[in-house]
T-cell receptor
Framework: GENVEQHPSTLSVQEGDSAVIKCTYS??????FPWYKQELGKRPQLIID?????GEKKDQRIAVTLNKTAKHFSLHITETQPEDSAVYFC?????????FGQGTELSVKP | EAGVTQFPSHSVIEKGQTVTLRCDPI?????LYWYRRVMGKEIKFLLH????????ESGMPNNRFLAERTGGTYSTLKVQPAELEDSGVYFC??????????????FGPGTRLLVL
């Protein structure tokens, strides 16, 4: 079945720096790749997603890239702010169900 | 529009007892998913309903777990009898159903289950 690996498990950056989180997936049939942000005690919320027919997508300070050949995708956050601190999950999807990575705990220090 | 809601928010039970979790999806969302996060690990898929039908239940850990979605609206997930390893956060998510395109899954706040 599909497997998603996510790195790093923890990431600490200074406010204003960039943060990069990387994921790899195993099933080449996966066609949808969302990223969720989960703040402490709250629900996971979608921050950006990308479909298999697109290589890159940006939304203000957030960007996601997808390399289908290598089966990996990455989240880039620029100009990080303390409110970006949270756990970030990548996921890969085939026919609906999401297979999540292990999560990255991002800490942005002011 | 109201988001996905789950009840209860927390549940503490003893091993061997039964617990029933409820999820109310966003109105009009045919797809309903259950996920679980155990001990700070990854969020794992449990099962997927399309309306009242189970589309995929490959993630259900064993026959102590029973999910229903009568009438295609809200869903319940019953654990009977509960074991220590069932502790975790149970999330429900819902999405619209559009053919040939994966739609955004909106998550509920989760139910934190602790089995003692």
């Amino acid at each position: 079945g599909e497997n998603v690996e996510q790195h790093p498990s923890t990431l600490s950056v200074q406010e204003g720096d960039s943060a990069v989180i990387k994921c790899t997936y195993s099933d080449s049939a996966s066609n949808y790749f969302p990223w969720y942000k989960q703040e402490l005690g709250k629900r996971p919320q979608l921050i950006i997603d990308i479909r298999s027919n697109v290589g890159e997508k940006k939304d203000q300070r957030i960007a996601v890239t997808l390399n289908k050949t290598a089966k990996h995708f990455s989240l880039h956050i620029t100009e990080t702010q303390p409110e970006d601190s949270a756990v970030y999950f990548c996921a890969a999807s085939i026919e609906g169900k999401l297979i999540f990575g292990q999560g990255t705990e991002l800490s942005v220090k002011p | 529009e109201a988001g996905v809601t789950q009840f209860p928010s927390h549940s503490v039970i003893e091993k061997g007892q039964t617990v029933t979790l409820r999820c109310d999806p966003i109105s009009g969302h045919d797809n309903l998913y259950w996920y679980r996060r155990v001990m700070g690990k990854e969020i794992k898929f449990l099962l997927h309903f399309v309306k009242e039908s189970k589309q995929d239940e490959s993630g259900m850990p064993n026959n102590r777990f029973l999910a229903e979605r009568t009438g295609g609206t809200y869903s319940t997930l019953k654990v009977q009898p509960a074991e220590l390893e069932d502790s975790g956060v149970y999330f429900c998510a819902s999405s619209r159903r559009l053919r040939g395109r994966q739609e955004t899954q909106y998550f509920g706040p989760g139910t934190r289950l602790l089995v003692l």
